[in-house]
């Protein structure tokens, strides 16, 4: 494309320069999405200047592919190219047909802007940009010199000599829309920006060098890299603008595929990344919703399945040789308690399963015992936890259990399913009854023992339901038969000090007298036989000294157990 000035256009561009160099250069707002088209200028109908064995619409389109290479790297941002080869995109086309065309497919995308790619031809060297004039839609001429002036920055820095950034009135009378704005303002001379104004675009033309320029030519346009280098400074600036950052993390590309980006370039990342709906997991850069197992990232594990994080996920997962809790989709590190899978329940500790944990733990439907890490549905007896001892059957802590259990330090007796430290008294199992004393069996206990139906006889902590004779408490001596208290009884009986008189089951130290029984006559003094005789039935019985069994001597009353 050739160039052409004017002072005036110098003039102004000069004054607008210096005021954003005193301002900064301006920015876009930030939006959800930027959509920009980029035209290589000409194609193989409509073809441009040519120099030194190069032609202008093949540079053109080398520098438009890789101008929209480099803006896929960035997040938020939608490119589209009126071609992206040789061949015309508008066949049957004339020039200022094509160069309408081209303007109104900006506009039908809702481009936010037009980049119009060139290289000119002339009697000079280096990039120039063109942006459109203050008329008609007068925002695009901040618009467009903030985007030249971004770009302009990138293509100094590759060596280029920065020939200025420029607008261009019409200089024809005709009155037509190729010279005047509706408004009746001077239109943009080139097509491209007047006709991007007419479709709601701002359009600029970047002339990235000289192609009739042997230094340019020779450095910049017949070098592959350097043509690639010029679209990523087109791209560069164009992003600066519009506040776009390369893509990191899970980003789509221009088909709307996911993938995980490093810098704008896709990676060979694997593990999670997080788009707006939600955690993946991803493979190679790729999500790979083949995936199920835990995944990790700066908020802790998590369960993925079928490549996403499942948040409604509650209870036991297995990675590799270990179990691990989870809850709302996040293993929980902090979990100590039960969790339960189709094999059974299990005990976890700080959120893994603890293959060695036997003892007690709690969940909703009651106290259960653990044994390695499982559940015992067999086990039946003793467990301990840090509020005493308790008594399980089949697994479950029974909580109605009342009586004995046995572990490795003896039998103790369990009084609502808890371990009662202050029981002294009698307790049944199969093996009989037996004696405990503070809860624990004393097993060398010979003596009396109270139950619900009455006072027995233990000796070595057992009932001796064999036993006949005297027993001592602290009411007294009594009387026991077949190993019961017989509170009935009244005869002799004898201990390691003597022979003795009973009455109703107690010794009866008030009673002095003589007593017969069977063929023996006794002499009692209180309560204890002194002199014992046998007597033949024809004897005559004394009646003021001698008594029958079964009565008292008169004036006495019969004594009770313990009053």
Not at 483 to 497: D, H, K, P, Q, R
Request: net charge negative; glycine share 12%.
């Amino acid at each position: 494309m050739k160039k052409r000035k004017a002072a005036v256009l110098a003039a102004a561009a000069f004054a607008m320069t210096a005021a954003f160099f005193l301002n900064g250069i301006q920015r876009a707002e930030a939006a959800d999405n930027v959509v920009v088209m980029l035209d290589p200028g000409h194609d193989s109908t409509h073809t441009g200047a040519a120099a030194y064995g190069l032609k202008e619409q093949q540079l053109n389109l080398k520098i438009g592919l890789a101008c929209r290479t480099e803006l896929e790297k960035y997040d938020g941002i939608t490119v589209y190219m009126t071609h992206d080869t040789i061949a015309c995109p508008f066949e049957g086309s004339t020039t200022k047909q094509d160069l309408i065309q081209r303007t109104e497919y900006a506009g039908e995308v809702g481009a936010d802007l037009f980049v119009s790619l060139h290289n000119n031809s002339g009697d000079d060297s280096g990039y120039e940009i063109y942006y459109p004039n203050n008329h008609y839609v007068s925002e695009f001429n901040d618009i467009g010199y903030a985007v030249s002036e971004h770009i302009a920055g990138y293509l100094s820095e590759m060596g280029i000599y920065r020939n200025g950034l420029y607008t261009r009135d019409s200089d024809g009378e005709e009155d037509d829309d190729t010279n005047w704005y509706p408004d009746g303002s001077r239109a943009d001379y080139y097509s491209v920006i007047r006709n991007s104004k007419y479709n709601g675009v701002p359009g600029i033309i970047v002339e990235h060098a000289y192609l009739s320029d042997a230094g340019d030519t020779h450095v910049f346009l017949s070098n592959d890299n350097m043509l690639v280098r010029m679209g990523q400074a087109d791209a560069s600036g164009i992003a600066d603008y519009f506040g776009l950052h390369k893509k990191n993390g899970l980003c789509t590309d221009k088909y709307g595929d996911w993938h995980y980006y490093e810098d704008g370039e896709v990676s060979d990342y694997t593990g999670m990344a997080v788009n707006e709906y939600g955690w993946w997991y991803v493979t190679d850069g790729e999500i790979d919703d083949s995936y199920t197992g835990i995944a990790e990232n700066e908020y802790g594990r998590w369960y993925m399945q079928d490549g996403v994080v499942n948040m409604d996920y509650t209870g036991m997962l297995c990675d590799g040789a270990e179990w691990y809790y989870v809850q709302g989709g996040y293993v929980n590190d902090a979990y100590t308690g039960m969790a339960c899978n189709e094999y059974g329940w299990w005990y976890f500790e700080d959120g893994k399963l603890n293959w060695n944990y036997t003892g007690m733990a709690l969940n909703e439907y009651g106290w259960w015992y653990f044994e390695n890490g499982v559940l015992n549905w067999d086990y039946t007896g003793m467990v301990c936890n840090e509020y005493g001892w308790w008594y399980y059957q089949n697994g479950n802590l029974n909580r109605e259990y009342t009586g004995m259990a046995l572990n490795e330090y003896g039998w103790w007796y369990f009084e609502n399913g808890f371990l009662n430290l202050n029981y002294t008294g009698m307790a049944l199992n199969e093996y009989g009854w037996w004696y405990f004393e503070n809860g624990n069996l004393n097993d060398v206990y010979t003596g009396m023992a109270l139950n619900e139906y009455g006072w027995w006889y233990f000796e070595n902590g057992q009932l001796n339901r064999e036993y006949t004779g005297m027993a001592h408490n602290e009411y007294g001596w009594w009387y026991f038969e077949n190993g019961l208290l017989n509170e009935e009884y009244t005869g002799i009986g004898a201990n390691s000090y003597g022979e003795w008189y009973y009455q109703q089951g107690r010794i009866g130290y008030d009673f002095s007298g003589k007593v017969k029984f069977d063929d023996t006559e006794y002499t009692i003094t209180e309560g204890y036989v002194v002199e014992k005789r046998i007597v033949n039935e024809t004897e005559a019985d004394t009646a003021d000294t001698v008594h029958t069994a079964g009565t008292l001597p008169a004036g006495e009353e019969s004594s009770t157990l313990g009053k």
